[in-house]
């Protein structure tokens, strides 16, 4: 490194033409400035400069020397300018879980915005039915849905969903329309049984200003949320799920949203990433298109979801929610 330090006081020294102007530039000495150029010379065996006590002179060993090291501190210049723009565009590989339903109606259809802004970005998408509550090993970040437990996790809410009940057209006209939650009873209510504790879930309904959980038997049980909405569609029953897997159904006449009165929130929608001290440009405009994506929730029909969840700052901290 001191040899480093004494080629660009050379260098300085042979461009300002003088030891005390050399020193004024780099803010040092000029003793200070002799004495790395006496050590550059000792250590090269060379002498580099001709000194007189009016001016001095670059020596023809001493030119060579500084046209080889003009162009070694160029090449340093570029690679610094290279690295430092490196640390500034996003670019590199991104690998991103998520939820598959949610992932392939949601997000997928949206990803050719974010490929043009940010071509360099590579992104691969990890989609499971199952999204475990912490980071898995190798995932940059994730889109996660319900309760997240680790505390070491920046978390971003990008949404809120709430659930909806509905059944087929040809159902309701065989069955008639359950206009209370009561009136399910005479149904078949098709019931979701969730991956990660083998449960049945509770159909949720507003009663007032509270919640009501309501223990279903279930005609069919399924632990498939895209499933569940399929079997609704058939005319198999009533299902109650997330609303972004049911409303392509419900806006083509698929399906028909029964107990609108009743509809209560289901659980949050969040990206988290592990805390870093520095975040990755490439992290982070991905972390910023789907704040965006989700400002307004792409499921939620226009003027429909001014009660929804707008994003949050970015905190290490658990979101209580509930997964579908």
Same mark, same amino acid.
């Given at each position: 490194?001191?040899?480093?330090?004494?080629?660009?006081?050379?260098?300085?020294?042979?461009?300002?033409?003088?030891?005390?102007?050399?020193?004024?530039?780099?803010?040092?000495?000029?003793?200070?400035v002799s004495a790395a150029l006496a050590r550059l010379e000792r250590r090269l065996s060379v002498r580099?400069?001709?000194?007189?006590?009016?001016?001095?002179?670059?020596?023809?060993?001493?030119?060579?020397?500084? !046209?080889?090291?003009?162009?070694? /501190?160029?090449?340093?210049? *570029? &690679?610094?300018?290279? %690295?430092?723009? $490196? @640390?500034?565009?996003?670019?590199?590989?991104?690998?991103?879980?998520?939820?598959?339903?949610?992932?392939?109606?949601?997000?997928?259809?949206?990803?050719?915005?974010?490929?043009?802004?940010?071509?360099?970005?590579?992104?691969?998408?990890?989609?499971?039915?199952?999204?475990?509550?912490?980071?898995?090993?190798?995932?940059?970040?994730?889109?996660?849905?319900?309760?997240?437990?680790?505390?070491?996790?920046?978390?971003?809410?990008?949404?809120?969903?709430?659930?909806?009940?509905?059944?087929?057209?040809?159902?309701?006209?065989?069955?008639?329309?359950?206009?209370?939650?009561?009136?399910?009873?005479?149904?078949?209510?098709?019931?979701?049984?969730?991956?990660?504790?083998?449960?049945?879930?509770?159909?949720?309904?507003?009663?007032?200003?509270?919640?009501?959980?309501? !223990?279903?038997?279930?005609?069919? /049980?399924?632990?498939?949320? *895209? &499933?569940?909405?399929? %079997?609704?569609? $058939? @005319?198999?029953?009533?299902?109650?799920?997330?609303?972004?897997?049911?409303?392509?159904?419900?806006?083509?006449?698929?399906?028909?949203?029964?107990?609108?009165?009743?509809?209560?929130?289901?659980?949050?929608?969040?990206?988290?990433?592990?805390?870093?001290?520095?975040?990755a440009p490439k992290l982070r405009v991905f972390v910023d298109f789907l704040v965006e994506l989700f400002?307004?929730?792409?499921?939620?029909?226009?003027?429909?979801?001014?009660?929804?969840?707008?994003?949050?700052?970015?905190?290490?901290?658990?979101?209580?929610?509930?997964?579908?």
């Amino acid at each position: 490194m001191d040899s480093l330090h004494g080629i660009f006081v050379f260098l300085r020294v042979a461009e300002a033409g003088t030891l005390s102007s050399a020193a004024r530039a780099l803010g040092v000495s000029t003793s200070a400035v002799s004495a790395a150029l006496a050590r550059l010379e000792r250590r090269l065996s060379v002498r580099l400069l001709n000194r007189t006590t009016r001016r001095l002179s670059v020596t023809a060993e001493g030119a060579d020397f500084y !046209a080889r090291c003009k162009q070694i /501190t160029a090449d340093l210049e *570029e &690679a610094e300018l290279m %690295a430092g723009r $490196a @640390g500034r565009v996003p670019s590199g590989r991104l690998r991103v879980s998520m939820p598959s339903a949610l992932g392939r109606m949601w997000i997928v259809p949206h990803l050719p915005q974010f490929v043009r802004d940010y071509p360099a970005v590579s992104l691969e998408i990890v989609c499971s039915d199952f999204v475990p509550f912490s980071m898995e090993a190798g995932i940059d970040v994730s889109v996660q849905v319900g309760e997240l437990q680790d505390s070491r996790l920046v978390v971003h809410p990008l949404a809120s969903t709430r659930y909806v009940v509905c059944a087929s057209p040809a159902y309701l006209k065989e069955r008639g329309t359950p206009r209370t939650p009561e009136e399910l009873t005479g149904h078949a209510c098709l019931t979701y049984r969730r991956p990660r504790n083998g449960r049945i879930r509770e159909w949720r309904f507003k009663s007032g200003g509270a919640m009501r959980h309501v !223990a279903m038997n279930g005609f069919m /049980t399924f632990n498939s949320g *895209e &499933a569940l909405v399929a %079997a609704a569609a $058939a @005319g198999l029953g009533v299902a109650q799920v997330a609303e972004y897997y049911a409303q392509p159904r419900l806006k083509s006449g698929k399906l028909i949203e029964i107990l609108a009165d009743y509809k209560t929130e289901g659980y949050d929608i969040s990206v988290v990433f592990r805390q870093q001290k520095r975040v990755a440009p490439k992290l982070r405009v991905f972390v910023d298109f789907l704040v965006e994506l989700f400002k307004a929730p792409p499921w939620v029909k226009p003027g429909a979801g001014s009660a929804r969840k707008r994003v949050a700052r970015a905190q290490p901290h658990a979101v209580r929610g509930e997964e579908l």
